[in-house]
Every structure is written in structure tokens, then in C-alpha cells.
């Protein structure tokens, strides 16, 4: 292994520390994939998460000047192929090696910066949110599982999308109490935090299952060596939704709703045996 080997390898790792550290779930979903989807999925998660940190935790920094240098080392990584970033060092690489688009990243990084200055959105900000937060960010993982086969992408693009809105429209449900203490964000359009009601929250569960059930259609058909994985998220997700769903609006208002460890084993297990069996 000569020298720029062991540095990509190393940049690499640190995407990986980051992914375990930061997700647990994430990171057990990534163990199920085929070990040659698991550092680039890794580089991208990587990436996506350090920009969220910059919107979301830095309270203390200048986080318009963080994200406009994140944004700008972002590009300069991709055009010259290297950064002394280890995060967008392995990001590059996956962007290059698996075509990932411009417009994927341009639509990310915007919807982070939305994230400094908008407090309360309609529908139309609303949906290029979750488009440049959640449902770019399948895309991206779906250039990684499909390796090059464009006529596979098109016809999973729908799917990926709708399962990156889903997770986004949940996590937006289980947080709207520390996104309203802690941020002053409402996302979903026309709710009033204060006036959370169960209509409200019916509401937005109907868009989260119609997005499910799209979602769950293309996860049938992902390529060998990513379906487990990604069914494992998806089973995370529709429990934690059974279990958000259940609650009455004011206590979704009051409390996080979370899963289990001892339920994310036993789902861990479930899932492998339907995926085992082929049914899905």
C-alpha cells in the first residue's frame, strides 16, 4: 500500500467513526450491506452529517461563515479530487466514483442553509426541504447500489425518494418538541406547535404511510448485497412510526419517542429471516 493509498483508506475509517458515533441504527443497517457498499455509504453519510452539525449544534460559531467554507471545501474537494478534510476527502471519492451529481449536493447544502434562517415553512418550502434534506440523500446511496446501471437508478428513483421523505417526516414528528424549544422550527406547513392536535398529526401520518408504501415496493428490487440493510432502516423506522402513531398529539408534543435496543435486536433478527425466505 503506497502513500495516498493508506490516505484515502484512513480518510476512509474516520467517515466510518463518524457513522458509528453518530448513529448506531445507521451504522448496523451499513453492516448488513455487501462490504464493498459499506465505505462509500459511509463517505456519504460522512458528509451529510458534519453539514448538520454545522445548522444544528454550533450554537456558539459563526455557522453562516462554517457553512459557506464547508460549501465552498466541498467543491474545491471534488474539483482537485483530494482534501487534507478527511470527510470530504472520502466524499469526493464517492461522488467521482459513482457519478453523483451536482445538483444532489447543490440541493443538500441549500437546504442546510435554509435551516439558519427559516423558522416556518409553506408547502412548497416545505417540499424543497425535504427534497435537499432527505430524498437527495437516497439518491445519493442509490448511485452507490446501483454501481453505474443508470436503466436500474430511473427505475428506483421514485422509491429512493420517498423513503428518504418518510424518514425525514418521522424525524420531524419525534423532534418537533426540541425543534420547537430548542430551534423555533415548525416544518410541517400550517401547524401551530401550540395548537398540535390529533387532526394535525393524522394528517401528516397519512403522507408518511403513502410514502412508506412506495418506498417499500422499490426496496424489493434494490440489487443483492444493500436489500437487508435498507429493509432493516425501513422496519426501524415503521416501528418507531406504529409507536408515534399510537401516542396521542400532545404527548408526541411533550416527549422523543424512540425504539428499543432490545426491539432493534429482535428486528434485526426478524428481517434477516424475511429477507432469508425472500419475503420481504
Do not use: W
Request: hydrophobic share 40%; proline share 2%; charged share 30%.
Amino acid at each position: 500500500m503506497n502513500h495516498v493509498d493508506l490516505y484515502d483508506r484512513t480518510c476512509s475509517e474516520c467517515s466510518s467513526l463518524i457513522t458509528r458515533r453518530y448513529s448506531t441504527s445507521f451504522s448496523l443497517g451499513i453492516r448488513l450491506f455487501h462490504k464493498r457498499f459499506r465505505a462509500p455509504i459511509c463517505g456519504i453519510y460522512g458528509f451529510v452529517r458534519f453539514a448538520d452539525e454545522i445548522v444544528d449544534t454550533f450554537h456558539d460559531y459563526p455557522k453562516q461563515q462554517l457553512l459557506d467554507r464547508f460549501r465552498e471545501d466541498t467543491y474545491r474537494a471534488i474539483e482537485e479530487r483530494i482534501s487534507l478534510n478527511p470527510v470530504l476527502h472520502a466524499f469526493q471519492q464517492v461522488v467521482h466514483q459513482y457519478r453523483i451529481e451536482r445538483e444532489l449536493i447543490d440541493a443538500f447544502l441549500q437546504s442546510m442553509e435554509t435551516d439558519l434562517y427559516e423558522n416556518t415553512f409553506d408547502k412548497a418550502a416545505y417540499d424543497a426541504y425535504i427534497y435537499g434534506s432527505a430524498e437527495v440523500v437516497g439518491l445519493m446511496c442509490l448511485r452507490v447500489f446501483c454501481e453505474g446501471d443508470t436503466e436500474k437508478f430511473e427505475s428506483l428513483r421514485d422509491p429512493a425518494r420517498r423513503l428518504g421523505a418518510a424518514f425525514q417526516k418521522i424525524n420531524f414528528l419525534r423532534d418537533i418538541k426540541s425543534d420547537y424549544d430548542d430551534r423555533g422550527r415548525v416544518y410541517f406547513p400550517e401547524v401551530d406547535f401550540n395548537n398540535f392536535d390529533n387532526s394535525a398529526k393524522a394528517h401528516i401520518e397519512a403522507d408518511i404511510q403513502a410514502d412508506f408504501d412506495a418506498a417499500l415496493e422499490g426496496i424489493r428490487r434494490l440489487p443483492p448485497g444493500t436489500r437487508l440493510g435498507v429493509y432493516l432502516a425501513y422496519k426501524y423506522y415503521t416501528q418507531l412510526f406504529a409507536k408515534i402513531k399510537n401516542a396521542q398529539a400532545h404527548h408526541i408534543a411533550q416527549r422523543r419517542f424512540r425504539v428499543s435496543d432490545k426491539r432493534k435486536f429482535y428486528l434485526l433478527c426478524s428481517s434477516a429471516l424475511r429477507h432469508r425466505f425472500d419475503f420481504l
